[in-house]
């Protein structure tokens, strides 16, 4: 991870005073690997009266939480051998939540400042206990947060809806009915010219079902500059929301040629 420093230089002799150098600031621990969760807010509480549709981490401020560090030598209690390795690159990750019910959620978040590294890239898995309706099944939240601008970029949320319909084709169902992510979703977020130097905030919530009998968790590693080993990035949202904007532009650009020629 490198830091830059903002500013100007110049060979010559400066008459004014330049402005304070900011300091960009990268990522505290993103990959757990010192085994403890340094650098991160572990926040938590109890679940019950609060629907899918309106979670968000905000809600869950009590201190702690249900999480925890594990290392490669973990295995999965629910699902097993299936989901595959719990643990993304080098030896620790984090489990958001833990593996039992009882109607409570878990979040953990990091925020960076004045961020001007290329890219910002991070791992997931998920396991969620089937049950409900996709308003009140064990469910997993996951943002990343411009909060420069207030514009949420990237927003990943899945509930264990019976049937399937809270879930996509990343999830498998297993036997015993949890819905699972046997590969590492990755996720990547391109810095460009318009968002470096920007505040962000990356929140993973992961719970429980409304009615409290179903558990659901994630695991969270590779959170950093440096495109994790292995992996195909998902599209960010931001990227999807840049081509919609080309697209509509490139739209608008053909009707005004079309009338210009008419």
Not at 25 to 41: C, L, P, R, V, Y
Not at 87 to 102: A, I, L, P
Not at 130 to 154: C, K, S, Y
Request: aromatic fraction near 12%.
């Amino acid at each position: 991870m490198k830091n830059y420093i903002l500013g100007m230089s110049c060979a010559c002799a400066l008459t004014a005073v330049l402005p304070t150098a900011v300091q960009a600031q990268g990522f505290i621990n993103g990959g757990f690997e010192d085994g403890s969760a340094t650098g991160w807010t572990e926040t938590g509480g109890y679940r019950a009266g609060y629907t899918n549709a309106a979670l968000s981490p905000t809600l869950f401020t009590l201190p702690g939480g249900r999480s925890a560090v594990i290392s490669t030598a973990y295995v999965d209690p629910n699902v097993g051998s299936v989901i595959g390795t719990t643990v993304y690159s080098g030896q620790h990750s984090y489990r958001v939540e833990d593996t039992t019910f009882g109607g409570y959620a878990s979040v953990v978040s990091q925020q960076v400042n004045n961020y001007t590294d290329a890219n910002i890239f991070f791992a997931w898995k998920a396991v969620l206990e089937g049950a409900h309706g996709t308003n009140d099944a064990a469910t997993m939240l996951i943002t990343l947060t411009d909060l420069t601008t207030g514009i949420e970029l990237i927003h990943r949320q899945y509930n264990a809806a019976s049937g399937g319909s809270g879930v996509d084709p990343r999830f498998t169902l297993s036997s015993n009915n949890y819905y699972y992510t046997p590969l590492w979703q990755i996720e990547q977020l391109a810095i460009d010219a318009s968002l470096s130097g920007h505040n962000f905030l990356l929140s993973v919530l992961g719970s429980d079902c409304q009615p409290t009998g179903h558990a659901g968790y994630v695991y969270l590693d590779g959170f950093g500059a440096v495109t994790p080993p292995g992996g195909v990035p998902e599209p960010s949202a931001w990227a999807m929301l840049i081509g919609g904007f080309g697209l509509a532009g490139a739209a608008m650009r053909r009707r005004r040629t079309a009338v210009s020629f008419a």
